[in-house]
Every structure is written in structure tokens, then in C-alpha cells.
């Protein structure tokens, strides 16, 4: 297939090149040039630059396209707006909209009905896997126009591979509103994992954490992906000594919290999840102490979120 792909940071461009590697034709746009540029230049080098052409303003992505045209957004959810509305005076009704962040479920609703009255076709794509699903494949869930889900099912199935999936939710934001439950969850595990490992490391027990890390990882109860990518902070800093415990929260889990809110459910373990990253900002304690670090460190890994360095 061939699609227009805006938004050229750690996911935007590891989706752009996956699909290249799967023999589909990207065109690119993104507000800076730079970063294009820097893309052509590792598609040029990995030679897969044959089917990726770069858009120098929005027009010229929309020359570039097979009608109907099929956009894929990749953005920060504060920017996905912007680019909408700038976006929307050249769209034609059939033309796919996909926006593959993390936006709130709400917006993705009120934005496909909006669109759906000039004959859009929209879609809320929640894409897990982190910077690893590049290789491991992208788990998609989808929620939107059922028809636009069909048209663009060979995408999916290249992203998806080898070992994700994708599924369709339902209309409107269903599947922005399952991605923002899945990382509601991803709090509580990944500060589940910080709190064991803080109780290892503080014991009067002289353990070697990667080597717990790495038996954990083997058939247990609470082997995962998150565990995996404990193992391999713990590979680059046993005692995680080079790094503070500050921990960004990106508003999903909030988003969770004020939706099982709504319908009377009590999440008490993502509540106090999210309560300690905002504590880790302020409260030396907590920023200090080896469950931070542990949750900092799992973000830098399968992320790629910056971590702050230790002094």
C-alpha cells in the first residue's frame, strides 16, 4: 500500500521503516525538514529508501498520494489538533485518517464525527510495543471506521509481524480508550516490578538483581516484556547508580483513573502508581529511592524516554 506518514520521531519512523522493509511506499512529511532528511539518509544506508519519497509541505504529501489517500499521524496527542486542521482543507471524502498516538479517547470520538460529516473516514490506532516492536512487531488496537480498518488491514498485518496483532474495537475512540486502559495497567506492573526490586537491593542479602532478573524471566509468574527490560537496565547499571528516580507521567494513567471514576470502579493500585511518579518529581525520598530508578530505567528501555543522570 502506499500511505502518508506525519511524524517522524522514535515510533514514526521506526513504523515508516518496517513498512519500507515490508515493501510499502511511505511518503513523509514532518514540520521539521531536518528530520527527513535524517531519515532518507538510514533508509539510503539500509537500502530500503526506494519506496520512501519526503513532502515538503502538506500539499505537496497530498500530490504525492493514490486516492483514496491514507494518512497515518504519528504525533504527540498536543499536536494531533494542529495538524488535523491543517490537514482537513485538502482531505476528500473516502481519504483514511489514522492517528496512532496516545490521544484521549474522548477526542478521538468527537474528531471521527467531525470528519465522518465531510465523508472521512477516521481511525484511533493505540500502538504499544515501545521502540523494540520495530523487530518484535506493533500491537495495534484499533477503534473508528470499520471500512477504513479493512482497507488498511496489509499496514497492520506488516506491522504486526512477527509476533503482534492487531484488532478492531468498535467506533469511535473504543480503541484509544483500550490503549489508555493497557497503559493504565503498565503503572501499576511497571511500579509492581520497581517496589520488588527496591525490597531486593535493600536487603541484608547481597543479591546480584540482574541475576534475579534473569531467573525471573524464565517461566515464572511474573516473567514479561516488563521484566525483559528490567533485565536490561540492570545489565547496563546493576544498582541503577547512574541515573535519578524522577518518572514522567504522560496522562494516560490519569485518564484511566478519572474513567473508572466515571463508571464507580475503584483502581486503587494505578491511583497509587501514578501518585509516586509525581512524588518522585518533588520528594527526594522517593526520587532516591531503587523502585524510581527501577520505573525511570523501564521507561528508557522499552520507550525511550529520557532519564535524568545522576550528578
Known amino acids: 500500500m502506499k500511505l502518508g506518514l506525519i511524524g ?25 525538514q531536518d528530520v527527513l532528511e535524517e531519515f532518507k539518509l538510514i533508509a539510503q544506508n539500509k537500502k530500503i529508501d526506494s519506496n520512501f519519497s519526503l513532502a515538503s509541505t ?26 488535523l486542521d491543517d490537514l482537513v482543507k485538502d482531505l476528500q471524502s473516502g481519504d483514511i485518517v489514522i492517528d496512532g498516538g496516545n490521544s484521549f479517547y474522548q477526542d478521538t470520538e468527537r474528531r471521527g464525527q467531525e470528519l465522518a460529516v465531510k465523508g472521512i473516514r477516521f481511525l484511533g490506532i493505540g500502538v504499544s510495543g515501545g521502540i523494540i516492536a520495530e523487530k518484535a512487531g506493533y500491537p495495534m488496537m484499533v477503534g473508528g471506521d470499520e471500512s477504513a480498518y479493512k482497507y488498511i488491514k496489509p499496514l497492520l498485518d506488516s506491522l504486526s509481524k512477527p509476533h503482534g496483532g492487531h484488532e478492531y474495537f468498535g467506533s469511535g475512540g473504543a480503541g484509544h480508550f483500550v490503549k489508555m486502559v493497557h497503559n493504565g495497567v503498565e503503572y501499576g506492573m511497571m511500579q509492581a516490578i520497581g517496589e520488588g526490586f527496591g525490597v531486593l537491593q535493600k536487603s541484608e542479602y547481597d543479591f546480584d538483581l540482574l541475576k534475579i532478573a534473569k531467573l525471573w524471566q524464565k517461566g515464572t509468574i511474573v516473567s514479561s516484556f516488563l521484566v525483559d527490560r528490567a533485565k536490561d537496565a540492570l545489565e547496563k547499571n546493576g544498582q541503577l547508580s547512574d541515573i535519578e528516580g524522577e518518572i514522567a507521567a504522560t496522562g494516560e494513567a490519569e485518564w484511566t483513573i478519572n474513567a473508572a471514576k466515571e463508571e464507580n470502579v475503584p483502581v486503587p493500585i494505578i491511583e497509587g502508581s501514578l501518585e509516586f511518579r509525581r512524588q518522585s518529581l ?21 520507550g525511550g524516554h529520557a532519564v535524568k543522570k545522576k550528578n
Do not use: Y
Open 282 to 302: 518533588s520528594d527526594p525520598k522517593v526520587k532516591s529511592s531503587f523502585a524510581a530508578k527501577m520505573v525511570a530505567a523501564l521507561r528508557r528501555e522499552f
Open 8 to 32: 517522524f520521531g522514535k515510533m514514526g519512523s521506526r513504523i515508516a521503516e518496517k513498512l519500507l522493509k515490508e515493501g510499502h511506499e511511505v511518503v513523509g512529511w514532518n514540520r521539521s
Open 58 to 83: 502538506v500539499s505537496e504529501l497530498f500530490a504525492l498520494l493514490d486516492t483514496p489517500r491514507v494518512l497515518w499521524l504519528m504525533l504527540p496527542s498536543g499536536a494531533t489538533q494542529l495538524i
